[in-house]
């Protein structure tokens, strides 16, 4: 168990709508991190947060956005959802930004199925 | 920008039958290089970090090194609980976020 928890396991919903995934870093980690693992893409990295700011994009979609909150859990919003959305959702995190040591903890991810 | 290939894509050993996967990077600086183990529909779960060539680091039946170019995992004596996929990850000083490669699909048959 790497201490970072997310929710829900399992999403489906329909094209057009609108998802919010959770989650919640490990104990005295102040960076959070949004990767999304495709089957044919592998992992790539979305967003990432620390202590409550953006601090780097990847491959976001416009129609995806974060935040963090004051007590460290952050929420990934997916809208306008399209089939190829499908894909498993990770949530890292790690002690700092660019903080020895360097390491990031992944959470067990939510399955969205978009049909 | 920061590449990752990893071979071979897919590996099937017998039980006890040695092997190494390869990692090959390309980073502007590397902060780290990151081993992971990805069971099917689970979280990456973290192994090592790597962070200077001529380092290696060892758990159990493996053992990570790593060169100015590439990095190798060694499986010794595999039993069927390391099949797994396993990811190889850098980070680089112009970056917080790890870049990864595809992995390598292991299979140990009894």
């Known amino acids: 168990d790497s201490g970072v928890t997310q929710t829900p396991k399992h999403l489906i919903t329909a094209t057009g709508q609108r998802v919010t995934l959770r989650c919640s870093p490990r104990?005295?980690?102040?960076?959070v991190y949004w990767y999304q693992q495709s089957l044919d893409q592998g992992l790539q990295f979305l967003i990432q947060?620390?202590?409550?700011?953006?601090?780097a994009k990847g491959n976001i979609l416009e129609r995806f956005s974060a935040q963090q909150f004051p007590d460290l859990h952050s929420e990934l919003n997916l809208s306008s959802l399209e089939l190829g959305d499908s894909a498993l959702y990770f949530c890292?995190?790690?002690?700092?930004?660019?903080?020895?040591?360097?390491?990031?903890?992944f959470g067990p991810g939510t399955r969205l199925t978009v049909t | 920008e920061d590449q990752v290939t990893q071979s071979p894509e897919a590996l099937r050993l017998q039980e006890g039958e040695s092997s190494s996967l390869n990692c090959s990077y390309t980073?502007?600086?590397?902060?780290?290089l990151f081993w992971y183990r990805q069971d099917p529909g689970k979280g990456p779960e973290f192994l090592f970090t790597?962070?200077?060539a001529g380092e290696e680091k060892e758990k159990e039946r493996l053992k990570a090194t790593l060169t100015k170019k590439e990095s190798f995992l060694h499986i010794t004596a595999p039993k069927p609980e390391d099949s797994a996929t396993y990811l190889c990850?850098?980070?680089?000083?112009?970056?917080?976020?790890?870049?990864f490669g595809t992995g390598t699909r292991l299979t140990v048959i009894p």
């Open positions: 890292a995190s790690s002690v700092g930004q660019g903080a020895f040591p360097y390491e990031q903890y």
């Open positions: 104990s005295g980690d102040l960076s």
């Open positions: 947060y620390y202590n409550g700011e953006e601090r």
């Open positions: 980073v502007s600086g590397l902060r780290g």
């Open positions: 790597l962070y200077s």
């Open positions: 990850a850098v980070q680089g000083y112009r970056a917080n976020n790890l870049f």
